[in-house]
């Protein structure tokens, strides 16, 4: 009989079951269910696929058959059964990396010695909520639409020349660190569902910025909002992924 179904198989399911150890760090006799039903909450892939692992364990057991000199095929899956569990196994082991899927969208930047008034100009221009504030080439903060609103406010308020404020104040004067607590940073090797899980955990998430090792004071690689939620969904939707 061909038992190459099987050796398909089996060739995932030790391959999910190793990045499943070394994403919760347990023994090498770990149970595969329970390491499964572990790891739900650490991986977003884990987590929407948890059923299927743990029957696809349960099918590892009666496919193979521990003999004398290695393991034999008892039993053969069909193509079905092995093409989900290879594709659980692309998702999880080689998911889709957000610089490699969104690596052409655009965002807006300003130089930090420019004065607001162009940060003004390029919200008006852009219709973008979020500048890139750069300092010599690297990511110095961010300035936020609704934040510039409020210094402008303030400066008016207190009977302040805003024409003055908005010309001779520069970007840079104004970036403040607690606004990026409004704001995620990941590194370039974040996934397509790290972001997604981002904005589910998040609601009140401004953007997802991406630079080198997710710190600031690097080149900004990417930038996601809530507005580009839809077309993430859309992604792994047409990634042939489950419904989120």
């Not at 990396?97 to 930047?109: A, L, Q, R």
């Not at 990941?186 to 609601?203: C, Y």
């Not at 690689?221 to 792994?236: G, H, K, Q, V």
Request: glycine residues 6%; proline residues 3%.
């Amino acid at each position: 009989m061909d038992y190459d179904n099987a050796a398909r198989f089996l060739k995932s399911y030790n391959r999910i079951e190793s990045q499943l150890k070394a994403l919760y760090n347990q023994r090498p006799t770990q149970n595969f269910t329970d390491l499964v039903k572990r790891c739900t909450d650490r991986n977003i892939t884990v987590r929407r696929y948890e059923n299927e692992l743990v029957d696809y364990g349960k099918l590892r057991n009666a496919i193979v058959h521990r003999a004398v000199g290695g393991e034999l095929f008892i039993a053969n899956p069909c193509d079905e059964v092995v093409r989900n569990i290879e594709y659980i196994e692309r998702q999880l082991c080689n998911p889709p990396k957000v610089t490699d899927v969104f690596k052409n969208k655009k965002f807006s930047v300003v130089f930090a010695d420019k004065p607001l008034l162009e940060a003004v100009k390029i919200f008006a221009g852009t219709e973008k909520k979020t500048l890139v504030v750069y300092d010599h080439g690297t990511m110095k903060g961010v300035l936020n639409a609704y934040y510039l609103f409020g210094k402008i406010a303030e400066c008016a308020e207190g009977g302040g020349d805003v024409t003055a404020f908005l010309t001779q104040t520069d970007c840079g004067e104004i970036v403040d660190e607690k606004l990026l607590e409004k704001y995620q940073m990941l590194d370039r090797n974040a996934t397509v569902f790290d972001v997604f899980e981002a904005f589910e955990d998040r609601k009140d998430l401004y953007a997802v910025i991406v630079t080198e090792n997710g710190v600031v004071g690097e080149k900004v690689i990417a930038m996601l909002t809530p507005s580009d939620f839809p077309a993430i969904n859309r992604y792994l939707e047409n990634f042939n992924a489950k419904t989120f």
